[in-house]
């Protein structure tokens, strides 16, 4: 298991803000002077001497950093304004596509984000392939080409009155939430970031139910799930619920659970939790639970290179179709863990977009738990590999395949039928893995490919070695 960056349970960026001004503070060439803290001692920080100070939270604009484009006419003729979409962890990998995919599509946006995601990677030495601008630069940017703002919010939903001030300030009419902690084998490092896991993603989503129910209670919630919830079971998976016979009598309950990491399952508590909470408080949420996601380029990413997404090719945060285009690009073996059987469901991140803009437009009613599954095909890891060596052939890449020890404990030859056809139901019309598709992605990876850290290419964070303490990086 690769060593980490000492840290405590868990760290936040620490952010400072005056009444006239509003000054970052984080890591590398996108932040300024990192200060790292636990929560508690960060908490102690803000209410030293017993005044109360807000100095992780500040709200933000974009200014224009050239001169602004005229802003897009709306086609629609309605005189109803603007739905008003708060995208919480709005600075990540799916969060910044669907920020702009909306913000071009009419709707007023909010990002709301502790930028930890950011932290992750100066702790653990990674790097995205690609080079990303910070936030602020990025919805500068926006506003100049578009002259659309996006809103910002820099904190930490687990801070319930930062979360609450945000709400009452922005006023949502429908909450994105995809601000939690994404990485399985993150979770799975050792103890300090399971619990951080659990806790950041359990408790964040605990408080934006609560912040729905006092400030919004028209508000709509779209969560982002995971199909990750369902397992592999040797029975086709339902979208979120079954209908049961048993012993004569007949029911309708939720689909049952198998998550396979820490990080699985505190998605299983957040949609546990939520179907509570529309039930007794009569919130309306739709969860999306949502396959691997692969690609980088949006028609809004695509604009200016200063909007371009991040894209992760490490074992940590890397997903498979991404990571094995990256291998290919630098001619490292596709690794394949164990028999390679393991299958899941795909999706492109326009269609992760998409998908977002499809439960928006069409919201849950009060009191409804919707569970739509977000994928729109099914690959072994076998397939993947076999597509990526075909489409890389063709570019001229010497394409390889190596089989890794599998560091997870799952299923590596099973059956899978997954169900998803409410999204299509609803408009969807889907970006299939093409071989246009993957050869844009190879590009995309060739491209980039200098920034590429082999080292972070094998897999490093076993499940069954899981650590009691917190592992520190090997220089």
């Given at each position: 298991?690769?060593?980490?960056?000492?840290?405590?349970?868990?760290?936040?960026?620490?952010?400072?803000?005056?009444?006239?001004?509003?000054?970052?503070?984080?890591?590398?060439?996108?932040?300024?002077?990192?200060?790292?803290?636990?929560?508690?001692?960060?908490?102690?920080?803000?209410?030293?001497?017993?005044?109360?100070?807000?100095?992780?939270?500040?709200?933000?604009?974009?200014?224009?950093?050239?001169?602004?484009?005229?802003?897009?006419?709306?086609?629609?003729?309605?005189?109803?304004?603007?739905?008003?979409?708060?995208?919480?962890?709005?600075?990540?990998?799916?969060?910044?596509?669907?920020?702009?995919?909306?913000?071009?599509?009419?709707?007023?946006?909010?990002?709301?984000?502790?930028?930890?995601?950011?932290?992750?990677?100066?702790?653990?030495?990674?790097?995205?392939?690609?080079?990303?601008?910070?936030?602020?630069?990025?919805?500068?940017?926006?506003?100049?080409?578009?002259?659309?703002?996006?809103?910002?919010?820099?904190?930490?939903?687990?801070?319930?009155?930062?979360?609450?001030?945000?709400?009452?300030?922005?006023?949502?009419?429908?909450?994105?939430?995809f601000g939690e902690q994404r990485s399985a084998p993150y979770s799975?490092?050792?103890?300090?970031?399971?619990?951080?896991?659990?806790?950041?993603?359990?408790?964040?989503?605990?408080?934006?139910?609560?912040?729905?129910?006092?400030?919004?209670?028209?508000?709509?919630?779209?969560?982002?799930?995971?199909?990750?919830?369902?397992?592999?079971?040797?029975?086709?998976?339902?979208?979120?619920?079954?209908?049961?016979?048993?012993?004569?009598?007949?029911?309708?309950?939720?689909?049952?659970?198998?998550?396979?990491?820490?990080?699985?399952?505190?998605?299983?508590?957040?949609?546990?939790?939520?179907?509570?909470?529309?039930?007794?408080?009569?919130?309306?949420?739709?969860?999306?639970?949502?396959?691997?996601?692969?690609?980088?380029?949006?028609?809004?990413?695509?604009?200016?290179?200063?909007?371009?997404?991040?894209?992760?090719?490490?074992?940590?945060?890397?997903?498979?179709?991404?990571?094995?285009?990256?291998?290919?690009?630098?001619?490292?073996?596709?690794?394949v863990y164990g028999k390679g059987g393991q299958t899941r469901g795909?999706?492109?991140?326009?269609?992760?977009?998409?998908?977002?803009?499809?439960?928006?437009?069409?919201?849950?009613?009060?009191?409804?738990?919707?569970?739509?599954?977000?994928?729109?095909?099914?690959?072994?890891?076998?397939?993947?590999?076999?597509?990526?060596?075909?489409?890389?052939?063709?570019?001229?890449?010497?394409?390889?395949?190596?089989?890794?020890?599998?560091?997870?404990?799952?299923?590596?030859?099973?059956?899978?039928?997954?169900?998803?056809?409410?999204?299509?139901?609803?408009?969807?019309?889907?970006?299939?893995?093409?071989?246009?598709?993957?050869?844009?992605?190879?590009?995309?990876?060739?491209?980039?490919?200098?920034?590429?850290?082999?080292?972070?290419?094998?897999?490093?964070?076993?499940?069954?070695?899981?650590?009691?303490?917190?592992?520190?990086?090997?220089?």
């Amino acid at each position: 298991m690769a060593h980490l960056l000492s840290a405590s349970y868990p760290s936040v960026i620490s952010l400072s803000t005056s009444k006239n001004s509003v000054q970052p503070f984080g890591l590398g060439q996108t932040f300024f002077n990192a200060q790292l803290f636990s929560r508690s001692s960060l908490k102690g920080l803000l209410f030293q001497d017993k005044k109360p100070r807000r100095s992780c939270v500040f709200r933000a604009t974009a200014v224009p950093i050239t001169q602004q484009a005229p802003p897009e006419t709306s086609t629609d003729n309605s005189s109803s304004k603007p739905k008003r979409v708060m995208v919480i962890g709005g600075d990540g990998y799916c969060g910044w596509a669907t920020a702009l995919h909306l913000s071009k599509k009419n709707y007023e946006v909010c990002i709301v984000d502790n930028l930890v995601r950011r932290l992750f990677d100066h702790q653990l030495g990674l790097e995205s392939l690609t080079p990303i601008a910070s936030i602020h630069d990025r919805i500068s940017r926006w506003k100049a080409l578009t002259g659309k703002s996006i809103e910002l919010y820099v904190g930490d939903i687990c801070d319930f009155e930062f979360l609450a001030e945000s709400f009452k300030s922005f006023e949502p009419d429908s909450v994105v939430h995809f601000g939690e902690q994404r990485s399985a084998p993150y979770s799975m490092i050792d103890r300090s970031r399971a619990v951080f896991t659990q806790h950041n993603n359990v408790i964040g989503t605990l408080n934006v139910l609560f912040a729905i129910k006092e400030f919004g209670e028209e508000c709509h919630l779209v969560k982002l799930g995971t199909m990750g919830e369902y397992g592999t079971p040797n029975i086709d998976i339902e979208e979120g619920y079954i209908t049961i016979t048993h012993n004569g009598r007949t029911d309708t309950l939720p689909y049952p659970k198998q998550a396979s990491s820490f990080y699985h399952l505190s998605k299983v508590h957040d949609s546990h939790n939520i179907a509570f909470t529309c039930k007794a408080w009569g919130i309306r949420a739709t969860d999306l639970n949502q396959g691997v996601v692969y690609g980088v380029k949006t028609d809004e990413t695509e604009m200016h290179e200063e909007l371009r997404n991040r894209l992760d090719y490490d074992a940590v945060f890397g997903t498979a179709l991404n990571r094995f285009c990256v291998q290919a690009a630098v001619g490292h073996p596709l690794t394949v863990y164990g028999k390679g059987g393991q299958t899941r469901g795909y999706l492109d991140i326009r269609d992760t977009v998409q998908c977002v803009e499809i439960a928006i437009a069409n919201p849950a009613k009060a009191g409804e738990f919707r569970v739509f599954n977000q994928f729109t095909e099914q690959f072994s890891v076998n397939e993947l590999a076999t597509l990526v060596t075909k489409a890389g052939s063709k570019l001229g890449l010497d394409v390889k395949k190596m089989t890794v020890p599998n560091p997870r404990v799952e299923a590596e030859e099973h059956y899978y039928n997954a169900k998803h056809t409410k999204l299509m139901e609803l408009g969807l019309e889907p970006h299939y893995l093409s071989e246009s598709l993957l050869d844009s992605l190879l590009n995309f990876a060739v491209q980039f490919k200098d920034r590429v850290d082999t080292k972070q290419i094998m897999p490093s964070v076993s499940w069954k070695k899981i650590g009691v303490k917190t592992k520190s990086m090997t220089a």
